[in-house]
């Protein structure tokens, strides 16, 4: 809280609220400073908004992360795993976790990109809360986080299509493998997919 | 057991019998992993015998829709895989399609005992998001639906979870407040469960006519129903024979599990996001957090016994403190929230509830991310339930205080 700036008292409580809805550079920020020095290699970016600190990691580096965040800055409680679709963008997925501190009661975010198809470290074996956020993040993008102890899906069953947080995944109207009565339901219970009033969001 | 609260007597109990077996020539305790074959001896009925169980997903203690893969030997649970996603309803996916104000309801499914904090948590995050102010009133009013959801959720926790172990009692009791709390829950915004009772910037109604003297009336009377609850278990040896020393966590396990709520502060850490990071006005509020050192079922019993009494605390300074004013902080009427992303969560009944809401300056979330306390502790049940009896699996999974709708989501 301390850096940001604080405008003067004579600004309307208008300018107040727009001053603090700015996302500032966190470079300089000591919890970033520190990863940049534990981990050589690894903030990409970091910026600050509403008082919480994002640092964006390389992929590979994303284990090393964790463990200097866990073992150096005392962010022993990993609070939340998971992940944002892009679609257009390159690298597509951003896979997100929150590590909470007890010393510091703070969080910070940490994000790294992964294209589509690519895996991205698992961090399970470090924060065994990450174990089933990992999963779900699996079940529900298809990202795939190589050395996690049990990689299934979690919420879906096996043998569902498809990855229902995609962006690209319709409401309505695909075969996501729930018809076990294949004959009166066709495609997964929704309209079929010639029918062409379904609903498609994305 | 390192416990002194097994009483003398009980333990000349224990010894009685004891005796009574080896006088029969019966080897105690009849478990394979205890007495193993002398080599060369043929095996028994008791020593091989691992096999593989379904608890659930229709078992009455489960508490919803949750199916357990249990790994056997006799009575004693050598391995319990949790297998969810049965009410899994896609709601994430749901606060896509639709304008923030539109998810609010939503929320109302996902923990489906406690309404009123998922709707609170939603709303924070999108107020946080917006940098909106709430008006005193409204967040007077807001911890004091809070509260009373909490009330709520631990009176179900305490009949249901009471019910799973035999003591059906306390149920009736429990069950009979929480009706009148959700009769209060009622006449506040219609609804008794799936409440929809808070929107993003304040509140969508003023509280009635009379409702705060009623809900005065109420909580005065609270403490000694309380009273008669732990009259019923806290010193019940039935009760303390089927929780004390089971399911034991310690603090740092507790940590690297990411378990929040009762849970926690049951191991001893005294960890409330109430007062570690106060929202609204519980910084201003005079409570205490419970904590107990043993990480026992029995310990996060009495924690959560102990929470009931703060909230009814918190609850009568909230009362004392409300004075008219407004209900709605200044909303735009679309809700066009800046291109960014912003996590916010409160102390939900069951602990840490937090939303993550990615947006993209558009009047619907680009990405709303809940996590929820629920399905984060369910991760430490293998772990509790190892090496316990299939019983005690049923104490543990009422000691988690799951909802599966906030797990499945």
Redesign the interface.
């Known amino acids: 809280m301390a850096e940001e700036t604080t405008p003067p008292a004579t600004t309307g409580a208008k300018e107040v609220a727009k001053a603090k809805l700015v996302a500032t550079d966190a470079a300089s920020h000591p919890w970033v400073v520190s990863l940049a020095a534990g981990v050589p290699g690894a903030v990409v970016v970091s910026k600050r908004f509403a008082g919480q600190v994002t640092v964006t990691v390389a992929r590979e580096k994303i284990v090393e992360v964790a463990r200097h965040l866990k073992s150096q800055e005392d962010f022993g409680y990993c609070v939340d795993v998971t992940a944002v679709d892009w679609k257009e963008r390159a690298p597509r997925f951003d896979v997100v976790y929150h590590f909470y501190s007890f010393s510091k009661n703070d969080r910070i975010r940490v994000k790294c990109g992964a294209a589509d198809g690519e895996d991205v470290p698992s961090i399970a074996l470090v924060f065994l809360a990450a174990n089933w956020c990992e999963r779900e993040v699996f079940d529900m993008f298809g990202i795939r986080f190589s050395g996690h102890p049990d990689l299934r899906r979690i919420l879906t069953w096996d043998g569902f299509h498809g990855y229902p947080l995609r962006k690209d995944f319709p409401l309505e109207g695909i075969d996501t493998g729930a018809a076990i009565y294949p004959e009166e339901w066709p495609e997964g219970g929704g309209p079929s997919a010639s029918d062409p009033n379904r609903k498609v969001v994305s | 057991m390192n416990d002194d609260r097994i009483s003398q007597a009980e333990r000349d109990e224990a010894a009685y019998f004891a005796e009574r077996a080896a006088a029969a020539g019966v080897p105690r305790p009849l478990s394979a992993g205890d007495l193993p074959p002398a080599p060369g001896e043929p095996p028994t009925l008791f020593d091989v015998q691992e096999m593989e169980l379904n608890f659930g997903p229709q078992h009455p203690s489960t508490h919803g829709v949750l199916r357990i893969i249990l790994k056997v030997d006799g009575e004693k649970i050598l391995e319990a895989i949790p297998d969810?996603?049965f009410l899994?309803r896609?709601t994430?996916?749901l606060f896509?399609?639709e304008t923030y104000p539109m998810g609010i309801p939503h929320t109302d499914r996902m923990d489906y005992v406690a309404a009123a904090t998922n709707n609170h948590a939603f709303c924070l995050t999108i107020e946080?998001?917006l940098?909106v102010d709430v008006p005193r009133r409204a967040q007077l009013i807001r911890v004091i639906l809070d509260e009373l959801q909490r009330l709520s959720s631990h009176l179900v926790w305490l009949g249901t979870s009471g019910i799973d172990l035999g003591a059906v009692t306390p149920f009736w009791y429990a069950f009979r407040e929480r009706e009148q709390i959700l009769d209060f829950f009622e006449e506040y915004c219609g609804a008794r469960l799936t409440l929809n009772c808070m929107r993003i910037g304040g509140l969508p109604f003023d509280l009635t006519a009379g409702w705060v003297e009623r809900l005065m009336e109420f909580i005065d009377d609270l403490p000694a129903r309380i009273d008669d609850y732990e009259q019923l278990l806290t010193d019940n040896r039935i009760w303390k024979k089927r929780t004390v020393g089971i399911g034991v966590l310690t603090a740092a396990e507790c940590?690297?599990?990411?378990l929040t709520g009762p849970l926690i502060r049951a191991s001893g850490?005294e960890?409330d996001l109430r007062r570690?990071?106060p929202y609204e006005c519980y910084d201003e509020l005079d409570f205490a957090v419970p904590t107990r050192q043993n990480g026992d079922t029995y310990d996060r019993y009495i924690v959560r016994v102990q929470e009931m009494r703060q909230s009814v605390r918190i609850l009568r300074q909230c009362l004392d403190r409300l004075e008219p004013g407004e209900i709605r902080g200044k909303v735009p009427r679309v809700i066009k929230p800046?291109a960014?992303?912003?996590?916010a969560?409160i102390e939900s009944p069951k602990g840490?509830l937090?939303f993550?809401c990615?947006s993209n300056g558009s009047n619907r979330p680009?990405?709303m991310?809940c996590?929820p306390p629920s399905?984060?502790n369910?991760?430490a049940l293998p772990k509790m339930a190892k090496g316990h009896l299939i019983s005690d699996l049923v104490a543990l999974i009422g000691t988690i205080d799951i909802v599966l709708g906030e797990v499945?989501?």
């Not at chain 2, 960014?340 to 996590?343: A, D, G, M, S």
């Open positions: 969810v996603g899994h896609g994430e996916k896509e399609t946080k998001l940098d940590v690297e599990y990411g850490i960890w570690a990071q800046p960014e992303e912003i996590y969560s840490e937090g993550y990615v680009y990405r991310h996590r399905f984060i369910l991760q499945d989501r």
